[in-house]
C-alpha cells in the first residue's frame, strides 16, 4: 500500500508531463472563424453540446461542452473531430484540446452562439 502511495503522485505527474503546451498555446475563435493553433487552421464549425452547470445552480453533474472542428493541416491534409472541453484528443499532428470556453454559464438558460469564443492547445505528439 505505501509504494502505491508514492507511485500515484509519480504517475500523475507524468501524465501532466507528457503533454506540454507548444507553441500553439491560447488560440481563440468563434463558430466559422479559423485560429491558427501551432501551424494547424481550426474552425469550429458546430456547438454540439453545453450543459454545464450555471453558476446560480447547485448541480450534481457539472456538465460539459462540446464543439466540432474543423482541422487542417498546411499542406491540405484535413480531419474533423469532436472536442470536448479540457479533454486532450490525438489528432495524428499532435494532441489538440479545447482549452476554455467563453462565455461562462452564469444563469440557466441559452447562451445566443454567436457570443460563444473557443480556446485551442496544441501539444507535440510521440
Known sequence: MK?????????ALAACASIPMGDG????????ETAL????????VELLEDSRCP?????????????????????G?????????GEPQNIDWG?????RVAPPRKEPGSIDPDSYR???RLAPGP
Open 3 to 11: 509504494a502505491l502511495t508514492l507511485l500515484l503522485p509519480a504517475v
Open 25 to 32: 498555446a491560447g488560440r481563440t475563435a468563434a463558430i466559422g
Open 37 to 44: 493553433v501551432g501551424g494547424l487552421r481550426v474552425r469550429p
Open 55 to 75: 453558476a446560480t445552480v447547485q448541480c450534481i453533474w457539472a456538465g460539459r461542452v462540446r464543439v466540432l472542428v474543423d482541422i487542417t493541416r498546411g499542406d
Open 77 to 85: 491534409a484535413h480531419q474533423q473531430r469532436d472536442l470536448t472541453l
Open 95 to 99: 494532441w489538440m484540446t479545447l482549452f
Open 118 to 120: 473557443f480556446t485551442f
